[in-house]
T-cell receptor, first 113, second 111 residues
Framework: GDSVTQMEGPVTLSEEAFLTINCTYT??????LFWYVQYPGEGLQLLLKATKADDKGSNKGFEATYRKETTSFHLEKGSVQVSDSAVYFCALSDPTQGGKLIFGQGTELSVKP | EAQVTQNPRYLITVTGKKLTVTCSQN?????MSWYRQDPGLGLRQIYYSMNVEVTDKGDVPEGYKVSRKEKRNFPLILESPSPNQTSLYFC??????????FGSGTQLSVL
């Protein structure tokens, strides 16, 4: 079945460092890919998405490119801030499965001043 | 304000005592879903509903019930809670093909 695998956390960075959180997926169809963010004590919020191969999703300085050849959707940010500390979830939605969202296990990011 | 509202936010109960976690959305969304979040496992879908009176099992439905009598409400029922149901629960809703809106979560502890 479909699945999403993320790099394990926690990831600890200093402010202004470069961030990469790896995400790879397995899917039978042509899924849409998402990154959700969960700030402490809150529910998940959509950060960005890409719906087809080579699409780049971007928001709040974060970017991710849908790479079909490597089945990846890595999250990147050039310069992280303390306020980016959160848990990040990669997810896919497979239209052949009714659009159900399948999440990775989450990666905790901690940014130190 | 568009939102998904869950209650309660925190709940401590004992094994076998029936409980209900409520979920309500004010966006007229057709689709609603329940997830549980556990360390190292991410979010796993418990049940979902495509519309009123239409519900279906997700990946981990055992020990849970749901109902969808009205479009805005989607309660999660634990008839006989057990300690392995201690978890953080999220309700979510969306329009077809659009992003999911999540509630703030319910932290449940079953002793």
């Amino acid at each position: 079945g479909d699945s999403v695998t993320q790099m394990e956390g926690p990831v600890t960075l200093s402010e202004e460092a470069f961030l990469t959180i790896n995400c790879t997926y397995t899917a039978t169809g042509y899924p849409s890919l998402f990154w959700y963010v969960q700030y402490p004590g809150e529910g998940l919020q959509l950060l960005l998405k890409a719906t087809k191969a080579d699409d780049k999703g971007s928001n709040k300085g974060f970017e991710a490119t849908y790479r079909k050849e490597t089945t990846s959707f890595h999250l990147e940010k050039g310069s992280v801030q303390v306020s980016d500390s959160a848990v990040y979830f990669c997810a896919l939605s497979d239209p052949t499965q009714g659009g159900k969202l399948i999440f990775g296990q989450g990666t905790e990011l901690s940014v130190k001043p | 304000e568009a939102q998904v509202t869950q209650n309660p936010r925190y709940l401590i109960t004992v094994t076998g005592k029936k409980l209900t976690v409520t979920c309500s959305q004010n966006m007229n969304h057709e689709y609603m879903s329940w997830y549980r979040q556990d360390p190292g496992l991410g979010l796993r879908q418990i049940y979902y509903s495509m519309n009123v009176e239409v519900t279906d099992k997700g990946d981990v439905p055992e020990g849970y019930k749901v109902s969808r009598k009205e479009k805005r409400n989607f309660p999660l029922i634990l008839e006989s809670p057990s300690p392995n149901q201690t978890s953080l629960y999220f309700c979510a809703s969306r329009l077809r093909g659009e992003k999911l809106f999540f509630g703030s979560g319910t932290q449940l502890s079953v002793l």
